[in-house]
């Protein structure tokens, strides 16, 4: 097949009628697929089965001395703290362990500093007159509407092959306003990059005009390589004390795609003096969080290495499911020349860019023949994806044969809102 703009109107309309009788054979099955988040499939949960036969004897329920089953240790388990801080290569001082979400832990990061104010701050910023935040777009919409939900007006960063276009982000910062920006560093949500060296450096060295700017690190995907080897990643943390700025950044991290998203343990990792401001605010709403659970996931992590080797199995189970997306792509959409899409070695999504103007009509039409999919513009600031061409694929949770399927079905419907662009 010639590539769609290449054919006569004749020719459109003749695949576009085949395609239309396609269309309607995939509805006939009537299909209830969903790849519209990134969730872990029940073979990756069955890895972490064991975690709950872990703790049998009296002995398993004692930590460092500490009983885990009392009140106490605001700050986690300080074994809790140590196995994030040998994952995230920062020291056990700097880190706090909360409970199974990190968005949470993000959402009330932010929220503290709109009520009481950060470290720096000159005051709350719900006393500001106007709150501006970076979005790298495209990005992750949990992101974006946290920030949203608190009023603050929303700046779209282009990201690059190497991550967020850091000159945008250094005129930007300029801007006393500007209160800081959203990061996914490894495996980036929806693009699946990894930011440069020297976007990462460039990012520590930041010199904003707001004093308690801050880069909120989320690094989700710390450990997720599907394929190839363990990518190591520097601690931002460090290169941050090194610039001079060492409570620029919160970094956050969370075995949700290890052990269990509904059961897990999360953290955020800060210097040491953004940790004992957040502490007198975090000792007011809660006394600790469930440490009988971190307890289980210390005992069941142990280490970084044995992460390393547990995270070897989940990729097993992901990296056909990817390859089924990729190949798929590759065979039925490159020759027709109607889109473009990454291809990640990590993380949990395709980003693919569709012809400009039909990422909305192709998610219709999926929905139409029963495949759900993150919607339109979700990867933009507000929703909007300015030239409506974006479309997040999250292939971990069906089996590769519904999978297969759903392929099918977005291929069909990519053609289809492609012929219509060009007209028939």
């Not at 706090?96 to 932010?110: E, K, R």
Request: aromatic fraction near 8%.
């Amino acid at each position: 097949m010639k590539p769609y703009a290449q054919l006569t109107p004749a020719e459109r309309a003749a695949e576009y009628a085949r395609l239309q009788a396609e269309f309607e054979s995939l509805k006939s099955k009537k299909l209830s697929l969903n790849m519209a988040r990134g969730k872990p499939s029940k073979a990756q949960l069955a890895l972490a089965g064991d975690i709950f036969s872990l703790m049998r004897s009296p002995e398993d329920y004692v930590s460092d001395g500490i009983d885990v089953r009392n009140y106490g240790e605001l700050s986690g388990l300080p074994a809790a703290r140590r196995l994030f801080a040998d994952l995230l290569g920062c020291r056990p001082e700097q880190v706090f362990v909360g409970g199974n979400s990190s968005l949470q832990l993000m959402y009330d990061t932010v929220s503290k500093a709109y009520t009481h104010g950060l470290l720096h701050s000159p005051r709350p910023w719900c006393k500001e007159e106007t709150v501006k935040w970076l979005c790298p777009t495209p990005g992750y919409d949990r992101h974006f509407k946290v920030t949203e939900t608190f009023g603050f007006q929303l700046i779209a960063i282009p990201m690059t092959e190497q991550g967020p276009d850091m000159d945008a982000v250094e005129e930007a910062v300029k801007d006393p306003a500007v209160k800081g920006i959203w990061c996914v560093p490894k495996y980036s949500n929806p693009d699946g990059i990894i930011y440069s060296d020297e976007t990462i450096r460039r990012m520590a060295a930041l010199s904003p005009a707001a004093p308690d700017f801050t880069i909120l690190w989320d690094n989700a995907y710390c450990v997720h390589e599907f394929e190839g080897d363990f990518v190591p990643f520097p601690d931002m943390l460090a290169l941050c004390a090194q610039a001079g700025r060492p409570d620029m950044v919160f970094e956050f991290c969370s075995t949700s795609k290890m052990t269990l998203p509904g059961a897990g343990i999360a953290c955020f990792a800060c210097s040491e003096a953004n940790l004992a401001h957040m502490e007198k605010l975090l000792t007011i709403q809660t006394i600790g969080y469930d440490k009988v659970n971190q307890q289980r996931h210390v005992l069941f992590l142990r280490d970084k290495a044995h992460i390393l080797e547990l995270m070897k199995k989940h990729a097993a189970i992901m990296a056909p499911k990817f390859r089924c997306v990729v190949d798929t792509l590759d065979r039925e959409v490159a020759p027709l020349e109607i889109a473009s899409w990454q291809r990640p070695k990590g993380g949990y999504f395709v980003s693919l860019s569709a012809m400009p103007g039909t990422a909305k009509r192709t998610l219709a039409l999926c929905k139409e023949a029963g495949v759900s999919m993150t919607g339109a513009g979700a990867a933009f600031p507000y929703g909007k994806d300015p030239q409506d061409t974006n479309i997040r694929i999250a292939p971990s949770l069906p089996p590769v044969e519904e999978l297969e399927e759903a392929m099918a079905v977005l291929c069909v419907c990519l053609k289809m809102a492609a012929l219509e662009k060009l007209g028939l």
